[in-house]
């Protein structure tokens, strides 16, 4: 049974691994980056690092997340750097058996390759999502990364 953070993106629920989370933030402070991905909401400095803020409503729905005092930004340590997901809520932290999780038919699985599957619980459904797969499939992940590295070498130029 592993633990999950479970968080909400419109009227959905989608959960991660509380292994990947580093931290739980309140939205707000974001340093626009010209040139990323339209998904970029902006840049954050946490734990004295350089995190890149990105919205899954933009990501999913192509819509940006609403202004709300709920907004949270989940810090999640990726394989190349760490990276912020905002979301419109946090919600609870739950252990989930991995025999509720369904995994997704092979159409889904090629199309959506970070997601995990589904928990499939009595009375809802909760998306998990492989944070580590979401970021490498992400289009625009590369100048991300570069960004990323360009800045934390033009710090330690300093």
């Known amino acids: ?8 993106c419109r009227q959905e629920e989608y959960a991660i691994t509380i292994d990947q989370v580093i931290a739980i933030e309140r939205a707000e402070g974001f340093t626009s980056v ?7 909401k902006g840049m954050i400095r946490s734990r004295g690092h350089l995190v890149p803020v990105l919205d899954i409503e933009m990501i999913f729905y192509d819509r940006a ?3 709300s005092k709920d907004r949270r930004i989940i810090i ?3 394989e190349e750097f760490e990276y912020g997901l905002l979301v419109a809520e946090t919600k609870e932290i739950i252990d989930i058996a991995e025999g509720l999780i ?8 090629i199309r959506l390759d970070y ?4 928990a499939n619980f009595k009375n809802r459904l909760i998306s998990i999502i492989d ?3 979401f970021v490498s499939s992400l289009d625009g992940n590369v100048s991300i990364a570069e960004y990323i590295t360009e800045s934390k070498e033009a710090e330690a130029a300093l």
């Open 1 to 8: 049974m592993d633990k999950y953070i479970v968080f909400r």
């Open 34 to 40: 010209p040139q990323l991905p339209h998904y970029v």
């Open 65 to 67: 997340i609403e202004e």
């Open 76 to 78: 999640i340590q990726g």
């Open 102 to 109: 369904e995994k997704p038919g092979l159409l889904l699985h």
């Open 115 to 118: 997601l995990k599957g589904i």
């Open 131 to 133: 944070s580590h797969r």
